[in-house]
């Protein structure tokens, strides 16, 4: 009978611990999307570059080239021979696991979801290469910013992955459809940290209106409007 008392005693702290870190994570969410972070001013706003969400996950996507940037070279296009033409590059960060086991919701285990929502967990970036310029719409968003503001956004993207002799490691057969491809990438995933943590991090360092902290693609996106 005691042993049982104990074990209903460990489960109660079990249950309202888990209950009070759940209302904490909410209020957590909840506060911080509604609250803005601060935007920088863009002048003359030389550039545009792209936010996209698949309802679920968002990427940053810039063009390939530009007077102040060339993405390739960074990003080795030599691994990416199914592309003709390289007009746009997007970025995603997020957890590895689920990015390379979970190509589609059908692939989607318990304990892969467990890992990636609980447990702090290693990360990968996903780069794709477009030979277009993506269509704005309720999942594209335009933005405008300078060139100031753009340079600082291309080196936080680019302080996400893990070098080997300053360059990207990538991570061979791990490609969804041919034109994208996954990378080591720092920082570990867990549910404060975020794939669209990442994205909203990247719009706050080139000085791009969004929220203090954002966990879904649904905050990014509505400060894009």
Not at 66 to 95: K, L, R
Not at 119 to 128: F, I, N, R, T
Not at 189 to 206: D, P, R, V
């Amino acid at each position: 009978m005691k042993i049982l008392k104990i074990i209903a005693k460990v489960i109660y702290q079990f249950v309202m611990t888990f209950i009070s870190a759940l209302v904490i994570y909410i209020a957590i969410i909840a506060w911080g999307s509604i609250i803005p972070s601060s935007a920088k001013d863009q002048g003359e706003a030389e550039l545009k570059m792209f936010v996209q969400s698949n309802g679920v996950h968002t990427d940053v996507c810039f063009p390939v080239k530009s007077d102040y940037y060339d993405w390739t070279t960074f990003i080795d296009t030599s691994y990416f021979p199914e592309n003709s033409s390289f007009d746009y590059i997007a970025f995603g960060w997020g957890d590895k696991g689920f990015f390379l086991d979970t190509p589609t919701w059908a692939d989607l285990k318990a304990s892969t979801a467990v890992n990636a929502i609980f447990l702090p967990s290693p990360c990968a970036m996903h780069v794709e290469f477009k030979d277009f310029e993506p269509t704005m719409g309720d999942m594209v968003s335009e933005e405008h910013i300078s060139a100031e503001n753009y340079l600082a956004m291309i080196e936080y993207v680019k302080a996400s992955f893990k070098l080997k002799d300053g360059k990207p490691i990538f991570i061979p057969g791990t490609s969804y459809w041919g034109t994208d491809h996954f990378y080591e990438a720092k920082g570990n995933y867990h549910m404060l940290n975020t794939c669209n943590s990442w994205t909203n991090g990247a719009l706050k360092s080139g000085g791009l209106k969004t929220a203090a902290f954002a966990a879904f693609p649904g905050v990014i996106m509505s400060y894009r409007k």
